[in-house]
């Protein structure tokens, strides 16, 4: 049984936890249920690269009140996977890591940040491989190794984004890959996947997935291929179809993966506001059969314009006409049909062996020699980085949503609270569309005495119809205390 309403849940609590999933073949598996997972994600970073400040102790998961809104809003959208861009192993993200997964949120979260010395440079990147780099990703690891809820970690976002630099950067981005999974292997209890997410640019793509899909000599350990491969595309824009925002060239040219392919990054934002029209086709026959759903760009409203919330300074939050749009398309699809499908148990599927064939751009690198450790970092792989950050889940004392959150008319969402699931639950969509529900809309002028809610990511392009600004009848009382429970 999972409860998507807003109820209000007081009283210390140790979160339920998530079932932690496995790669098994080109799927996510519940190896519980046997079912496949998909991903219905949303990217996170409230306040953009500016949320981000390592001297201020501050990244995405470091306050637990912004979470706990965030979390309580994403639940009713029905995410159920959320990716996290800039962390900073330094900080305690206890809280909330335990919030999300008590809301049945998976995390998949990238190792870097925007700081110098934090990434691999598109730039000589030779130049920015060297151990404190590499120390600096282990942290990252090691600080959410034990939270059920990490799906995955991403050695690399788009640092291969143009024929230029696919000439000089796969061989140290594979090289990354391979030494994180190498520190996964010796100080994780369980084997969390180590993948890259790649530019959409069809120039290079399926070179770049060949690349770090493939193994060398034929080895299928070999430690240095991707576990999963995730793509950023923004192809499919307004009305739309499989053919003609070319999905279909993205399904026939991952056809034959061994790993979990899904979009790390979707949701054209032209024309705004979105209608997120793919969603359909994403999660449907055409396509899942070869992706595992997708994360849509982005929780937060920023200058970019891709915001499902848009979020204020002192923690109040309004949800924009983007939220609403991306919460129908949800609302129409069977969920419980789509995570019930069984996964093979054996899969068929072969990677191709590394060789300068599987590369068609004659600008791309083709050469799979991949470089040897900088100095001083297998000892650091040998011991575990020093200190050691470890995060465990903890109890949470109040469900209940401080901040004011309002709907596109400006009306506040009363009793709003993140509704803890019961173990081995996931989060799911389509909850809030029981046009008997009833409506507890306040006025603007009664905010000051209704608790606030956090904010949260963007998304993107929406032509939604005249309704959509106002959160009719039926998804208020999905938002209010007294809103049903889906089984």
């Not at 969509?429 to 009833?438: A, H, K, V």
């Amino acid at each position: 049984m999972l409860i998507y309403s807003a109820l209000l849940a007081l009283g210390a609590t140790l979160a339920a936890a998530v079932q932690s999933l496995e790669v098994q073949g080109e799927y996510f598996v519940n190896p519980k249920s046997g079912n496949r997972f998909q991903i219905v994600g949303v990217a996170y970073q409230p306040g953009g690269s500016a949320g981000y400040n390592k001297e201020a102790g501050r990244d995405p998961l470091s306050d637990p009140d912004i979470c706990l809104r965030d979390a309580a809003l994403l639940q009713i959208l029905g995410v159920n996977t959320i990716r996290v861009y800039n962390l900073n192993p330094d900080v305690n993200h206890d809280k909330c890591a335990s919030i999300f997964n008590a809301a049945g949120m998976y995390m998949v979260l990238d190792v870097n940040s925007p700081l110098i010395g934090d990434s691999l440079t598109s730039y000589k990147p030779w130049e920015s491989y060297y151990a404190s780099y590499l120390n600096r990703t282990f942290a990252v690891v090691e600080a959410f190794k034990n939270y059920p809820n990490t799906l995955a970690f991403f050695s690399g976002n788009e640092v291969i984004n143009d024929e230029n630099s696919g000439k000089n950067v796969p061989p140290y981005m594979r090289a990354v890959t391979r030494d994180i999974k190498n520190y996964v292997k010796k100080h994780c209890s369980r084997p969390i996947p180590v993948g890259y997410s790649a530019a959409d640019v069809r120039d290079i793509l399926f070179d770049t997935y060949n690349y770090f899909q493939c193994t060398l000599e034929g080895d299928a350990g070999d430690m240095s291929k991707a576990d999963i491969f995730a793509l950023n595309s923004y192809s499919w824009c307004g009305k739309s179809t499989f053919k003609a925002a070319s999905y279909d060239q993205l399904v026939s040219g991952f056809a034959g993966a061994d790993v979990p392919i899904f979009f790390s990054e979707f949701g054209c934002n032209t024309p705004s506001p979105r209608i997120f029209q793919e969603i359909g086709t994403i999660y449907g026959s055409e396509m899942n059969g070869v992706f595992s759903g997708g994360v849509v760009y982005e929780y937060t409203q920023e200058d970019n314009n891709f915001g499902l919330v848009d979020m204020k300074a002192d923690g109040s939050a309004t949800l924009m006409p983007d939220f609403l749009a991306l919460q129908k398309q949800y609302s129409t699809l069977d969920f419980t049909k789509i995570q019930g499908q069984k996964a093979a148990t054996t899969s068929t599927k072969k990677p191709p062996v590394c060789k300068p064939g599987l590369i068609q751009n004659s600008g791309f690198n083709n050469n799979f020699t991949i470089p040897v450790l900088p100095p001083d970092t297998q000892e650091i792989i040998d011991g575990g980085v020093s200190p050691k950050p470890v995060g465990k889940l903890v109890k949470i004392d109040n469900w209940k949503v401080k901040f004011t959150v309002k709907n596109p008319d400006g009306t506040v969402i009363n009793n709003l609270a993140v509704s803890p699931l019961a173990d081995d639950s996931i989060n799911e969509p389509g909850t809030n569309t029981e046009e008997s529900s009833s409506a507890t809309s306040s006025t603007p002028e009664e905010s000051s005495t209704t608790e606030n809610a956090p904010a949260a990511t963007t998304s993107k392009d929406a032509a939604a119809r005249p309704g959509a600004l106002v959160l009719p009848a039926a998804v208020m009382g999905a938002l209010a205390v007294f809103a049903g429970i889906a089984i």
